[in-house]
């Protein structure tokens, strides 16, 4: 006689008791949605909301340094694309980590030739020549758009290079204990990485291009200093080009193609939204929340470019034309986790507004603005993130050095114009 509760009738009513537990509980089918571990979706809850508090402390701190971008011309237009370009670099250094930890090749040590040691010093050759490219495309921008009296290109290439080297210390740091912390703790770094990673470089970055600043006015001195750097960044990038280093050579040649790219394009971004201020100056509550609405949508498309790296690294995800099962997952995971994380927006936005005494269209509508916009954006950024990661491992390049970069400085430009869109179609203003 078999067992009573191991024979065929047992296993049947196990599985009907199954599918009606299932049927009676709606949260087990939501918690599915988040993917086979509630884990991650916990991470990258805290992770974005911790993203979005520091999105508006960049953007006080901003308003704080209005009388330095007046005084120094063609700053601003440096600004967006300098604090961008932290997150995308070391974002990218995240996501490389991050692929390490799940192949058994990370480990922290002061060697050069590991890979940690090889991903340390690129993303310091490129914070180099990123500066001085975004500081040469600042003053072209500037002076095809006929602002007067910009300071000249060294001195944006002083104000850029120190910023950027003060703030890339910083976030560097954070970068490896935020990977060591994985480890450690048993974190996804993929669940965690873009969106940590940006808001620290949001929150160090416009003060160190404020401080920066300060060295700028010295004449002679400023101009000899601002040729160093140059050079510097010329001897940096060559020695690290013909290194025998391999990983280190393909970092660079992979990298500064697409930095570049993404430098322009949130220029460019910049732009768009300055063209459009009055549409947000008119409440100027939609002027709070524009930060964190930006850095929600490129974070949530930069988690699904990290995980979609990562598994496509370990073989789990196939490179196809359509997303697979897996990869669809990891997409239902993103669309689901933005819809409580720009309501947050919406809310502390409107909190803020109502703290600093500037007009709001009420919570009601600035959720609504906040869900129909961002919903929009990361749709924009799903795109961007699957089919960007498909078009890099096509193209024989690693998909962890191009996900973050292409994802964020894409929604720069189209979180703008998702948001404005949906202020227009409510009518908000």
Known sequence: MGSPHGGPRAKAWGRLGLVQRRRLHPLVRFRGLLGPDAAAARQSIVALALSTLTSLAAGATLGAITGTLERLPGLLVLV??????????FGALGSRLSTSIHTGTF?????????????????????LVTAVALAVLAKIVAVALGLPGTISVLDLVVISILGA???????LAFSLALASGSVR?????????APLVASVGDVVGLPSLWLASLVVGLGLVT?????????????????GLRSPLTLLVRILRESIPILCLA?????VAGIAIEKRLATFSALPALLVLLPGHLSTAGALGGVLANRLSSKIHLGVVQVSALPGREARTDIVFVVVLAVPVFALNAAVAHVAAGLIGVASPGLADLVAASLMGGLMAVGVSVLIAYYGTVAAVRLGLDPDTYGVPMVSSSIDLAGAFSLILAIVALGIV
């Open 165 to 171: 080297l003060l703030s890339s210390g910083v976030v």
């Open 185 to 193: 703790y048993g974190w996804d770094l993929d669940n965690v990485n």
């Open 80 to 89: 967006p694309a300098s604090i961008g370009m932290r997150g995308n670099i």
């Open 263 to 267: 430098g322009l394009v949130s220029i």
């Open 223 to 239: 101009g000899v200093v601002g040729l160093a750097f140059v050079v510097l960044t010329v001897v940096a990038l060559v020695v």
């Open 107 to 127: 480990g922290l040590s002061r060697r050069v030739d590991t890979v940690v040691g090889q991903n340390v010093v690129a993303s310091g050759v490129l914070t």
